[in-house]
């Protein structure tokens, strides 16, 4: 029997070289190209991909209809999802094993199972361990039809037979395609795999969900190409060591982008969290130096995180500089931007920051509450109770406006804060009920506040 060629596949990009080598020649990645069988591809398997009517169409001409969605049940998924399921949208969620992933999955499939026909495909447990988990969880599973199969064929034969409205698949990378001879879980396979079931989705009006794995860095596993042929990309974020999990998506056809869905893991399945600001607040009994209360914001939500600092003497020639939940060089800029344009050094002293909860801010709308944390901190002087901030700071020591301020600052009232530092255009032209707003328009303003 002649031996199976064999080519180096990129697990990043799925680009190929006839030999091994330490860098992709495609994508210039190192170390991604991986020994795989090289396909003979069949011209048959992507015919249905064809659109019905090739011919031109002017843009005016098309009807703008708006999509319609269908609400999951469980609010904080449908707000990531950008108000519910599009049929013939295809999702891609992806986590750490055991954040929950099958479990929101069992949850929203049990809440939609009564108006609509639901399938769930598991290529990881048998139909008996899933029974157990809905028992466990008491859940009605009784709308949720299973099917334990691993084979691309058998499951693209079940849908287009019994067309269900939603189709789990768990997962994307155990599935297999008789039309390739590599293993599952392989770049071909599941690129492979994906482009089948999104063709079905499509053709049928198929809601299809499906789960993926992450690698270590905490990256979807598989080629790129995997989150470029999906609708929508969801993360499903969590420490181990806590209750809570974050959803956030990172890509939506049908709606908004980073937005977040916040849920606490019971005894009985994933919970919706309906305060998500106190999880990222800590308890004090009395206010405490390097502890600063800011307002970021999370898609269209408005969330209330503390940001913690401590400034400690340095006893090594390099001071160290870490930050958790924040971006780093940021911090090296922002201390930069203290120094000179408010007087105050920190290049003797170690400097820590810290977002509570594991929350991770993005925005630049933080800057300025990092300066306050670590000014407290440095004169170990507590701000004002019921204080917030926010602002972005820039190189020449100005304080600039942030997107939706109004929004930020009637989230901090209804949670009962007292006074906001904010820029001076952000400053709001009717007062807040019980908000005092103090305006800044530069570094050095808000600090003489601060000492005030």
Same mark, same amino acid.
């Given at each position: 029997?002649?031996?199976?060629?064999?080519?180096?596949?990129?697990?990043?990009?799925?680009?190929?070289?006839?030999?091994?080598?330490?860098?992709?020649?495609?994508?210039?990645?190192?170390?991604?190209?991986?020994?795989?069988?090289?396909?003979?591809?069949?011209?048959?398997?992507?015919?249905?991909?064809?659109?019905?009517?090739?011919?031109?169409?002017?843009?005016?001409?098309?009807?703008?209809?708006?999509?319609?969605?269908?609400?999951?049940?469980?609010?904080?998924?449908?707000?990531?999802?950008?108000?519910?399921?599009?049929?013939?949208?295809?999702?891609?969620?992806?986590?750490?094993?055991?954040?929950?992933?099958?479990?929101?999955?069992?949850?929203?499939?049990?809440?939609?199972?009564?108006?609509?026909?639901?399938?769930?495909?598991?290529?990881?447990?048998?139909?008996?361990?899933?029974?157990?988990?809905?028992?466990?969880?008491?859940?009605?599973?009784?709308?949720?039809?299973?099917?334990?199969?691993?084979?691309?064929?058998?499951?693209?034969?079940?849908?287009?037979?019994?067309?269900?409205?939603?189709?789990?698949?768990?997962?994307?990378?155990?599935?297999?395609?008789?039309?390739?001879?590599?293993?599952?879980?392989?770049?071909?396979?599941?690129?492979?795999?994906?482009?089948?079931?999104?063709?079905?989705?499509?053709?049928?009006?198929?809601?299809?969900?499906?789960?993926?794995?992450?690698?270590?860095?905490?990256?979807?596993?598989?080629?790129?190409?995997?989150?470029?042929?999906?609708?929508?990309?969801?993360?499903?974020?969590?420490?181990?060591?806590?209750?809570?999990r974050l959803v956030?998506?990172?890509?939506?056809?049908?709606?908004?982008?980073?937005?977040?869905?916040?849920?606490?893991?019971?005894?009985?399945?994933?919970?919706?969290?309906?305060?998500?600001?106190?999880?990222?607040?800590?308890?004090?009994?009395?206010q405490v130096a390097?502890?600063?209360?800011?307002?970021?914001?999370e898609g269209t939500?408005?969330?209330?995180?503390?940001?913690?600092?401590?400034?400690?003497?340095?006893?090594?020639?390099?001071?160290?500089?870490?930050?958790?939940?924040?971006?780093?060089?940021?911090?090296?800029?922002?201390?930069?931007?203290?120094?000179?344009?408010?007087?105050?050094?920190?290049?003797?002293?170690?400097?820590?920051?810290?977002?509570?909860? +594991?929350?991770?801010?993005?925005?630049? #709308? %933080?800057? /300025?509450?990092?300066?306050? =944390? !670590? *000014?407290?901190?440095?004169?170990?002087?507590?701000?004002?109770?019921?204080?917030?901030?926010?602002?972005?700071?820039?190189?020449?020591?100005?304080?600039?406006?942030?997107?939706? +301020?109004?929004?930020?600052?009637?989230? #901090? %009232?209804? /949670?009962?804060?007292?006074? =906001? !530092? *904010?820029?001076?255009?952000?400053?709001?032209?009717?007062?807040?009920?019980?908000?005092?707003?103090?305006?800044?328009?530069?570094?050095?303003?808000?600090?003489?506040?601060?000492? +005030?």
């Amino acid at each position: 029997m002649a031996k199976a060629k064999t080519v180096y596949t990129c697990t990043e990009c799925g680009g190929q070289a006839p030999k091994w080598q330490g860098q992709c020649p495609a994508c210039n990645a190192w170390n991604t190209l991986v020994e795989t069988i090289a396909e003979t591809s069949s011209a048959s398997r992507f015919a249905a991909l064809a659109p019905q009517n090739a011919g031109l169409q002017k843009l005016a001409e098309v009807d703008a209809v708006e999509v319609p969605r269908h609400p999951t049940g469980i609010a904080e998924f449908d707000r990531v999802l950008g108000g519910g399921l599009v049929s013939g949208g295809v999702v891609l969620i992806g986590g750490d094993p055991g954040i929950g992933k099958s479990t929101l999955l069992l949850q929203t499939l049990c809440h939609i199972g009564h108006q609509q026909r639901v399938v769930y495909v598991s290529g990881e447990e048998s139909a008996h361990q899933i029974a157990m988990r809905a028992k466990r969880l008491g859940l009605d599973a009784s709308p949720v039809e299973l099917l334990a199969e691993i084979n691309l064929e058998k499951i693209t034969a079940m849908l287009q037979t019994h067309k269900p409205d939603v189709a789990v698949i768990d997962s994307i990378q155990t599935l297999y395609s008789e039309a390739l001879q590599s293993a599952p879980g392989s770049v071909a396979q599941v690129r492979e795999c994906s482009a089948q079931l999104t063709r079905i989705a499509k053709q049928l009006a198929i809601t299809v969900i499906l789960v993926g794995h992450v690698t270590k860095e905490g990256a979807l596993a598989g080629p790129r190409v995997l989150e470029h042929i999906v609708d929508t990309v969801l993360y499903f974020e969590g420490d181990p060591n806590s209750s809570f999990r974050l959803v956030r998506a990172f890509k939506n056809r049908f709606g908004a982008i980073n937005e977040l869905g916040v849920f606490a893991m019971t005894e009985k399945g994933l919970r919706e969290v309906s305060n998500p600001s106190a999880l990222f607040l800590s308890q004090h009994a009395e206010q405490v130096a390097g502890s600063c209360i800011t307002v970021t914001q999370e898609g269209t939500r408005p969330l209330l995180v503390e940001v913690q600092a401590l400034v400690d003497e340095a006893h090594a020639p390099n001071p160290r500089r870490l930050c958790v939940g924040l971006e780093q060089n940021r911090l090296a800029m922002l201390l930069a931007v203290l120094h000179r344009h408010a007087g105050v050094a920190c290049y003797d002293q170690d400097v820590f920051i810290n977002a509570v909860g +594991g929350v991770r801010i993005a925005e630049p #709308a %933080a800057d /300025l509450a990092v300066l306050m =944390a !670590i *000014v407290s901190s440095l004169k170990n002087k507590p701000l004002q109770e019921k204080l917030i901030v926010f602002g972005e700071v820039g190189l020449a020591g100005e304080v600039r406006p942030v997107q939706r +301020g109004q929004e930020r600052l009637k989230e #901090a %009232a209804k /949670l009962g804060f007292t006074k =906001a !530092i *904010v820029p001076k255009a952000n400053k709001p032209k009717q007062a807040i009920s019980g908000l005092e707003v103090v305006a800044v328009e530069r570094v050095d303003q808000a600090m003489a506040v601060l000492r +005030g």
